[in-house]
């Protein structure tokens, strides 16, 4: 059982900056791979970036990639997501999720969800 609770998200003006973390807990926390995903209201939930269990792998979705940046830090079981560059179109609940096999976009593929923190930005 892995157990995960996101915290850093707010309301940002576009062009600015926040960090998202995802603490888990369980034992078995580094052999999972880990995923950001978010969900906007009326629209479908959607991968931001996924991060194999070893941190050599990194899947970044396009609509991000050389915004926001997933990262891991084994010993505090946590991961990151640094979000800069905001845009309106970033905002939504934006979920961590623990996946026991690769780093997938694949909703399917995970089996543990944190309740989400919201992330705002204005324009």
């Known amino acids: 059982q892995v157990q995960l609770v996101e915290s850093g998200g707010g309301l940002v003006q576009a062009g600015g900056a926040l960090r998202l973390s995802c603490a888990a807990s369980g034992r078995t926390f580094s052999r999972y791979a880990m995923g950001w995903f978010r969900q906007a209201p009326g629209k479908e939930r959607e991968v931001v970036a996924a991060?194999?269990?070893?941190?050599?792998?990194?899947y970044t979705a396009d609509s991000v990639k050389g915004r926001f940046t997933i990262s891991r830090e084994d010993a505090k079981n946590t991961i990151y997501l640094q979000m800069n560059s905001l845009k309106p179109g970033d905002t939504a609940l934006y979920y961590c999720?623990?996946?026991?096999?690769?780093?997938?976009?694949?909703?399917?593929?995970?089996?543990?969800w944190g309740q989400g923190t919201q992330v705002t930005v204005s324009s």
């Open positions: 999720a623990a996946d026991p096999g690769k780093a997938t976009p694949f909703l399917r593929n995970y089996d543990y």
């Open positions: 991060i194999s269990w070893s941190g050599d792998t990194i």
